[in-house]
């Protein structure tokens, strides 16, 4: 019902503006098109001049309004996320500053240089001194931006420290898996060809690969705070993308072809609801490559804790190989046997 | 059509009526139906199909972006009319999430190539190509005519897919495989992205021969005296936009037959290691990144093939207006030939977080940024054209600033996004939108709006409505900002664009407010659009007719032609040009047109 009256307004509201559109073309047969001409100029100039003012206000009144719903006034959780605050605040600067004079001079002008019948435009074709300078300028601004750009962006993607845990991420629509490499500090080797999911082997995990018996699966990524953690990244099926907005960080999960990223988280969880002021804040991993119909809802949690909070939750994780195996015993009545890997892991240092 | 082929219109008639009249036995002095406004080779007529055909795209486009604006401001909502038009679509009258994601994906594709490209490009170019070099027509008609009729049948392919029982393509418009080579993976991805390649190949030829044939025409059949330094900017910048169509669509072409193979032959250029629903397929050493290459070699030349006729259209369309030269030509001439360039280097810049190494992923960071400098010295030369001119704010003057006014705005949120260590963090959020929306969806509008009310009066001898114009252009300019603006501040916050629904978020749901708002503006920013295209249907049979040859005071050619020009567009010789296109307001003149030959009195410049 709402929907027939909103459309009956929208054709009211077309058929009065028909209207007085139709009738101001008549009055200005009527009261000649020169002196319509002016007055439409004057008002459009005027408006210009509106547009400016109410436009810079309404971008004041913007950033009030959503500033503390970004993540701008908020610290970057990651090493790397202080460099890209760094970055994003020199730039905020550079362009703010250029967007506001070249706006106030675009609108300022169109207000100031209205047609009036008294005036004759000023003929200037060109000015090779004025090119030089608006070439030469920005050209100097970029090269501050690309520089310190690319500065940050090589720390950023140099290769992780020896010392980073690894932690696999593997993408399928629609959610996360998550692998941890055990004792060893190796993941096993895997084999698409052997994903079964129905058998316990999601992540199509080679179990022939003596490094993967200690490998731990869980659903929910856990860090140890200041420790540099490195993201193995995976899909299975389409590409997702590893979105990490509190982190800073960004990786795409492309099918056959693996992917790393590396940073060190800087401030656990409980800190963050602290400091947001949101007892329900968590850490999200949001997939930011359109991965299909379930994308908006493929969702993971990142819990960042203290080595002991992170000890005890990786000590009753039990491997995956050992959770296949005692699912199926007569199948390979060896595995369970296997002393090393049954063990509860020991908290990876 | 070779010039001394045409003594004058009247011969032109005469000719065609005799072959006409040798095929069909009735008598008659005017064209058919059929040849005059359906298979024309009239580059007149042409420009108005390519308009008209992407004028009803713009109309579906832009309803696909409020049915999803409706999602995302609504998502609690449900309304029931959308199930009876959509029926299982919008079930309980809500959208599901397949169809969220189809008119996502349909709108990109409508507007980026349908629209912008088809809509914009091959409008204009067609139309003012031959009325502002002095041409009687392009160098070759019937290519031009088998360009629109190939987009055409683009049209009625990509039309189709809305229809089929799996949906149209729903995977993004940029189709990145796997997700668009397994229909296992999506319904979008089955029958629908099938016809999406078909479309999309046929568009792709409409695409090249009109490139081809603007080319040649622009370098071939310039009337005498019109050297390539005395060409209105318009056709400098259409002039660059075929070339990069031509190199770069190709590209695109042979990307999108891949992916054909991928999905109904069995190949593997793009897939490895799948394994989807649980099902392992047996593909294995295709690379999913290099349909991006693909994809983005064409995909970033893309956007400067619908932005740059719109620069072209602006600079023009604001010096007459200021009655004052465009500031600057020759440098408004190597920036665009610069952003041609440099078009074609910065593809990757869309890549810096496939994986790409990172090495090279610094070399597109460089070459990106320098996109800056040309657009800089572009928005400055703008700027001093307007100084201490005598503005007439015609519609078409409106939407020229508003242009200016955006590609601001946009082309500022290219640095961030260019470079690579913020797109760390702005890459697909809501930032982006915003950017390319303002810079290439809006901006390149305005380019389009601006070119449509200036060359109304050509088109059609008809004048549209000032005032329905400027209600448009106001509600068109504010509510963009107020669209796009507060975007910025969701992509700050980390928002990935393309969600159906952002309620179970902790760190987006923040903005549901702000959805709201934005979506409301969406709907009355297209009711203003709707406004347009009512004024432009009513103005070409109702509109005040227009009495002067040159009603903008303009110095082209095309404002030589009479009011209603026929095929061959000058009824007696075509005119001889003497000097630039630009002599506003020189040695207290108003204008001096391009056919008026140099007195020795004029001052030097």
Same mark, same amino acid.
């Given at each position: 019902?709402?929907?027939? $009256?909103?459309?009956?307004?929208?054709? /009211?509201?077309?058929? !009065?503006?028909? @209207?007085?559109?139709?009738?101001?073309?008549?009055?200005?047969?009527?009261?000649?098109?020169?002196?319509?001409?002016? @007055?439409?100029?004057?008002?459009?100039?005027?408006?210009?001049?509106?547009?400016?003012?109410?436009?810079?206000?309404?971008?004041?009144?913007?950033?009030?309004?959503?500033?503390?719903?970004?993540?701008?006034?908020?610290?970057?959780?990651?090493?790397?996320?202080?460099?890209?605050?760094?970055?994003?605040?020199?730039?905020?600067?550079?362009?703010?500053?250029?967007?506001?004079?070249?706006?106030?001079?675009?609108?300022?002008?169109?207000?100031?240089?209205?047609?009036?019948?008294?005036?004759?435009?000023?003929?200037?074709?060109?000015?090779?001194?004025?090119?030089? /300078?608006?070439?030469?300028?920005?050209?100097? $601004?970029?090269?501050?931006?690309?520089?310190?750009?690319?500065?940050?962006?090589?720390?950023?993607?140099?290769?992780?420290?020896?010392?980073?845990? !690894?932690?696999?991420?593997?993408?399928?629509?629609?959610?996360?898996?998550?692998?941890?490499?055990?004792?060893?500090?190796?993941?096993?080797?895997?084999?698409?060809?052997?994903?079964?999911?129905?058998?316990?082997?999601?992540?199509?995990?080679?179990?022939?690969?003596?490094?993967?018996?200690?490998?731990?699966?869980?659903?929910?990524?856990?860090?140890?705070?200041?420790?540099?953690?490195?993201?193995?990244?995976?899909? @299975?099926?389409?590409?997702?993308?590893?979105?990490?907005?509190?982190?800073?960080?960004?990786?795409?999960?492309?099918?056959?072809?693996?992917?790393?990223?590396?940073?060190?988280?800087?401030?656990?969880?409980?800190?963050?609801?602290?400091?947001?002021?949101?007892?329900?804040?968590?850490?999200?991993?949001?997939?930011?490559?359109?991965?299909?119909?379930?994308?908006?809802?493929?969702?993971?949690?990142?819990?960042?804790?203290?080595?002991?909070?992170?000890?005890?939750?990786?000590?009753?994780?039990?491997?995956?190989?050992?959770?296949?195996?005692?699912?199926?015993?007569?199948?390979?009545?060896?595995?369970?046997?296997?002393?090393?890997?049954?063990?509860?892991?020991?908290?990876?240092? | 059509?070779?010039?001394?082929?045409?003594?004058?219109?009247?011969?032109?008639?005469?000719?065609?009526?005799?072959?006409?009249?040798?095929?069909?036995?009735?008598?008659?002095?005017?064209?058919?139906?059929?040849?005059?406004?359906?298979?024309?080779?009239?580059?007149?007529?042409?420009?108005?199909?390519?308009?008209?055909?992407?004028?009803?795209?713009?109309?579906?486009?832009?309803?696909?972006?409020?049915?999803?604006?409706?999602?995302?401001?609504?998502?609690?909502?449900?309304?029931?009319?959308?199930?009876?038009?959509?029926?299982? *679509?919008?079930?309980?009258?809500?959208?599901?999430?397949?169809?969220?994601? &189809?008119?996502?994906?349909?709108?990109?594709?409508?507007?980026?190539?349908?629209?912008?490209?088809?809509?914009?490009?091959?409008?204009?170019?067609?139309?003012?190509?031959?009325?502002?070099?002095?041409?009687?027509?392009?160098?070759?008609?019937?290519?031009?005519?088998? +360009?629109?009729?190939?987009?055409?049948?683009?049209?009625?392919?990509?039309?189709? +897919?809305?229809?089929?029982?799996?949906?149209? &393509?729903?995977?993004?418009?940029?189709?990145?495989?796997?997700?668009?080579?397994?229909?296992?993976?999506?319904?979008?991805?089955?029958?629908?992205?099938?016809?999406?390649?078909?479309?999309? &190949?046929?568009?792709?030829?409409?695409?090249?021969?009109?490139?081809?044939?603007?080319?040649?025409?622009?370098?071939?059949?310039?009337?005498?005296?019109?050297?390539?330094?005395?060409?209105?900017?318009?056709?400098?910048?259409?002039?660059?936009?075929?070339?990069?169509?031509?190199?770069?669509?190709?590209?695109?072409?042979?990307?999108?037959?891949?992916?054909?193979?991928?999905?109904?032959?069995?190949?593997?250029?793009?897939?490895?290691?799948?394994?989807?629903?649980?099902?392992?397929?047996?593909?294995?050493?295709?690379?999913?990144?290099?349909?991006?290459?693909?994809?983005?070699?064409?995909?970033?030349?893309?956007?400067?093939?619908?932005?740059?006729?719109?620069?072209?259209?602006? +600079?023009?369309?604001?010096?007459?207006?200021?009655?004052?030269?465009?500031?600057?030509?020759?440098?408004?001439?190597?920036?665009?030939?610069?952003?041609?360039?440099?078009?074609?280097?910065?593809?990757?810049?869309?890549?810096?977080?496939?994986?790409?190494?990172?090495?090279?992923?610094?070399?597109?960071?460089?070459?990106?940024?320098?996109?800056?400098?040309?657009?800089?010295?572009?928005?400055?030369?703008?700027?001093?054209?307007?100084?201490?001119?005598?503005?007439?704010?015609?519609?078409?003057?409106?939407?020229?600033?508003?242009?200016?006014?955006?590609?601001?705005?946009?082309?500022?949120?290219?640095?961030?996004?260019?470079?690579?260590?913020?797109?760390?963090?702005?890459?697909?959020?809501?930032?982006?939108?915003?950017?390319?929306?303002?810079?290439?969806?809006?901006?390149?509008?305005?380019?389009?709006?601006?070119?449509?009310?200036?060359?109304?009066?050509?088109?059609?001898?008809?004048?549209?409505?000032?005032?329905?114009?400027?209600?448009?252009?106001?509600?068109?300019?504010?509510? &963009?900002?107020?669209?796009?603006?507060?975007?910025?501040?969701?992509?700050?916050?980390?928002?990935?664009?393309?969600?159906?629904?952002?309620?179970?978020?902790?760190?987006?749901?923040?903005?549901?407010?702000?959805?709201?708002?934005?979506?409301?503006?969406?709907?009355?920013?297209?009711?203003?659009?709707?406004?347009?295209?009512?004024?432009?249907?009513?103005?070409?049979?109702?509109?005040?007719?227009?009495? +002067?040859?040159?009603?903008?005071?303009?110095?082209?050619?095309? *404002?030589?032609?009479?009011?209603?020009?026929?095929?061959?567009?000058?009824?007696?010789?075509?005119?001889?040009?003497?000097?630039?296109?630009?002599?506003?307001?020189?040695?207290?003149?108003?204008?001096?047109?391009?056919?008026?030959?140099?007195?020795?009195?004029?001052?030097?410049?």
């Amino acid at each position: 019902m709402s929907g027939y $009256f909103i459309l009956a307004i929208l054709g /009211l509201a077309f058929l !009065v503006v028909f @209207q007085i559109a139709k009738a101001s073309e008549y009055v200005s047969v009527l009261k000649g098109e020169e002196k319509t001409f002016q @007055q439409n100029n004057r008002i459009n100039a005027f408006l210009f001049m509106a547009f400016l003012v109410l436009g810079l206000i309404g971008a004041y009144w913007c950033n009030e309004l959503f500033y503390d719903k970004t993540l701008l006034g908020k610290p970057s959780a990651s090493d790397h996320g202080e460099k890209i605050d760094v970055m994003m605040w020199m730039t905020i600067a550079v362009t703010g500053v250029v967007f506001v004079i070249t706006q106030i001079l675009l609108f300022w002008f169109s207000w100031r240089y209205q047609y009036t019948e008294k005036r004759k435009a000023f003929y200037y074709p060109h000015n090779n001194k004025l090119e030089l /300078l608006w070439t030469v300028v920005p050209a100097l $601004f970029l090269t501050v931006l690309v520089g310190f750009g690319l500065y940050y962006w090589m720390g950023i993607t140099k290769d992780a420290p020896k010392e980073a845990q !690894v932690v696999e991420i593997t993408g399928k629509q629609f959610n996360w898996l998550v692998r941890y490499p055990g004792k060893d500090g190796v993941l096993g080797r895997k084999n698409y060809r052997l994903t079964d999911a129905s058998s316990g082997n999601a992540l199509g995990v080679d179990w022939e690969d003596a490094s993967s018996h200690d490998d731990v699966e869980v659903s929910e990524v856990h860090l140890v705070v200041n420790k540099p953690v490195k993201f193995v990244i995976n899909a @299975q099926d389409v590409i997702h993308d590893v979105g990490l907005p509190h982190f800073r960080m960004k990786m795409d999960a492309v099918p056959g072809i693996p992917t790393t990223i590396w940073f060190t988280p800087k401030i656990t969880t409980a800190e963050m609801k602290k400091i947001t002021g949101n007892k329900d804040f968590v850490y999200e991993i949001s997939c930011d490559q359109m991965c299909g119909s379930g994308h908006y809802a493929m969702r993971g949690i990142i819990v960042v804790e203290t080595q002991e909070e992170y000890n005890a939750w990786l000590s009753d994780k039990k491997p995956q190989y050992v959770t296949v195996k005692e699912a199926a015993p007569a199948a390979t009545p060896a595995a369970a046997v296997d002393s090393a890997a049954a063990k509860p892991i020991a908290a990876v240092k | 059509m070779n010039e001394s082929t045409f003594q004058g219109q009247q011969v032109v008639t005469d000719t065609q009526s005799h072959v006409h009249d040798t095929h069909h036995e009735h008598h008659h002095h005017e064209e058919s139906f059929i040849s005059k406004y359906v298979f024309s080779q009239d580059h007149k007529t042409i420009a108005k199909q390519f308009l008209i055909t992407g004028m009803i795209w713009a109309i579906i486009g832009g309803l696909f972006s409020v049915l999803f604006r409706l999602q995302l401001g609504y998502p609690e909502a449900t309304f029931p009319f959308l199930e009876d038009i959509f029926g299982r *679509w919008a079930q309980g009258g809500k959208i599901s999430p397949d169809f969220y994601y &189809a008119l996502v994906t349909m709108h990109g594709t409508i507007l980026v190539f349908f629209v912008l490209t088809a809509g914009l490009s091959g409008t204009f170019a067609n139309l003012l190509i031959p009325l502002q070099i002095g041409a009687r027509d392009m160098a070759s008609p019937m290519l031009n005519m088998l +360009s629109y009729w190939f987009f055409f049948g683009a049209s009625v392919v990509m039309f189709a +897919s809305l229809f089929v029982q799996t949906g149209p &393509a729903s995977g993004g418009w940029t189709i990145y495989p796997p997700l668009s080579a397994l229909g296992q993976a999506s319904d979008g991805s089955k029958i629908g992205m099938d016809l999406w390649l078909v479309s999309m &190949a046929l568009f792709i030829v409409s695409s090249l021969l009109g490139g081809l044939n603007y080319i040649s025409t622009i370098l071939n059949m310039r009337t005498k005296g019109m050297s390539m330094t005395r060409l209105p900017l318009t056709i400098w910048a259409i002039f660059f936009t075929a070339i990069l169509g031509v190199l770069s669509f190709p590209v695109l072409l042979s990307g999108a037959i891949l992916l054909l193979f991928d999905r109904n032959l069995g190949t593997s250029f793009y897939l490895s290691d799948i394994v989807v629903k649980g099902e392992i397929l047996p593909n294995e050493g295709g690379s999913a990144i290099l349909f991006q290459h693909l994809f983005w070699f064409l995909g970033h030349p893309e956007v400067y093939i619908i932005l740059l006729p719109a620069m072209g259209m602006v +600079s023009e369309v604001m010096s007459i207006n200021a009655r004052k030269p465009i500031f600057g030509y020759l440098a408004m001439v190597a920036s665009l030939f610069a952003i041609c360039v440099l078009a074609f280097l910065v593809w990757a810049h869309h890549m810096f977080v496939t994986g790409l190494n990172p090495f090279l992923g610094a070399f597109f960071v460089l070459l990106t940024l320098l996109i800056a400098i040309p657009s800089a010295i572009k928005v400055f030369n703008w700027l001093t054209t307007l100084w201490r001119g005598n503005l007439r704010f015609t519609p078409g003057m409106l939407f020229s600033i508003g242009f200016v006014s955006l590609f601001i705005s946009g082309g500022l949120t290219g640095i961030f996004l260019g470079n690579s260590t913020l797109d760390l963090h702005l890459h697909d959020t809501y930032f982006v939108v915003a950017h390319f929306h303002i810079v290439m969806g809006v901006a390149s509008f305005f380019g389009m709006f601006a070119g449509v009310y200036h060359w109304f009066p050509k088109m059609y001898g008809r004048n549209m409505n000032n005032t329905m114009a400027y209600i448009h252009f106001w509600i068109t300019l504010v509510g &963009a900002y107020l669209i796009f603006w507060p975007m910025h501040y969701q992509g700050f916050s980390g928002m990935p664009r393309r969600y159906y629904d952002y309620a179970n978020w902790e760190s987006f749901k923040q903005f549901i407010e702000l959805n709201r708002f934005i979506s409301t503006v969406a709907m009355v920013v297209f009711a203003a659009q709707l406004l347009m295209v009512f004024n432009f249907f009513y103005s070409i049979f109702k509109g005040r007719k227009v009495t +002067s040859e040159n009603p903008w005071g303009a110095n082209t050619l095309e *404002w030589t032609t009479p009011v209603n020009p026929g095929h061959g567009n000058w009824p007696g010789e075509i005119p001889e040009v003497h000097r630039w296109a630009y002599d506003y307001g020189k040695d207290g003149r108003n204008f001096i047109p391009q056919t008026e030959e140099v007195s020795e009195h004029e001052s030097k410049h």
